[in-house]
């Protein structure tokens, strides 16, 4: 309780001197605008601001549900195939040495400039984190648990559901976690190579016309998105986690 009691004030501090500085102070007005001018710009421009942010939140979650998918797959057929595991999985750290985000020019090119660019950027920039934490939960499985379904000559199948999967589970919400917030910011960074509609399209023209009301409340909007998805996961977590949660 005395911890929320601090966000807030820390909240209301930030707020306050925004406000302060941004009414009285010119300069500070034309880089981060004020309070009053950001919630007038939202007031006359509500529409076409929620359907950017409407349009940026359907590219980020099936960008983050293609990821998920694909990590998933992915990792059950190396469940089946032990040697496709050992090979694949060098590769897809290797990957991570390109900075994801240049390749936003060439998903426009590939996908052109509507939201499937966008999906498949954030789908790209979302599997690893996700495929990484599934890895590790697996290989964080004791060898004693595999040696007894070795013993018993288990099921690939029954591994899978019964074993492999819930004690995965926490290593696997870790990673979903992490891709919430990284969709959205893939989303956006490939508004802005090119796109009708969208904050990243709104931030990247906050810059071209100088304008700190439309910066400040995509930005707040962008902030919003990734709390959304992160708090989406975070209540699924509770829900399918609890078995050790309480731990």
């Not at 998918?69 to 190396?78: G, N, P, Q, S």
């Not at 390749?103 to 979302?126: E, N, T, W």
Request: charged share 10%; hydrophobic share 55%.
């Amino acid at each position: 309780m005395k911890n929320w009691i601090l966000y807030i004030l820390l909240f209301l501090t930030c707020a306050l001197l925004w406000h302060y500085f941004g009414s009285n102070y010119n300069y500070v007005r034309m880089l981060i605008s004020s309070p009053q001018h950001t919630m007038d710009y939202f007031n006359e421009n509500s529409l076409t601001l929620l359907n950017a942010t409407f349009t940026t939140f359907y590219e980020a979650l099936f960008g983050l549900l293609i990821a998920t998918a694909i990590a998933f797959v992915l990792m059950i057929f190396c469940f089946y195939n032990k040697w496709f595991y050992t090979f694949i999985l060098p590769l897809i750290i290797s990957s991570q040495v390109i900075p994801l985000i240049t390749l936003a020019p060439f998903f426009i090119l590939a996908f052109g400039i509507g939201v499937k660019s966008k999906i498949a950027l954030a789908a790209v920039i979302s599997f690893y984190p996700i495929f990484l934490n599934f890895s590790t939960g697996y290989n964080s499985i004791s060898t004693n648990i595999h040696d007894l379904l070795n013993l018993y000559n288990t099921k690939t199948s029954f591994r899978i559901l019964k074993i492999y999967f819930p004690l995965s589970l926490q290593n696997i919400f870790t990673g979903l976690k992490i891709s919430a917030t990284l969709s959205v910011i893939g989303a956006i960074v490939a508004e802005f190579s090119g796109a009708e509609i969208g904050l990243g399209k709104n931030l990247l023209m906050s810059a071209i016309r100088i304008e700190p009301e439309l910066m400040m409340i995509s930005i707040f909007l962008s902030a919003l998105l990734g709390g959304v998805l992160f708090g989406s996961i975070y209540l699924l977590e509770k829900l399918f986690g609890k078995w050790y949660l309480k731990n």
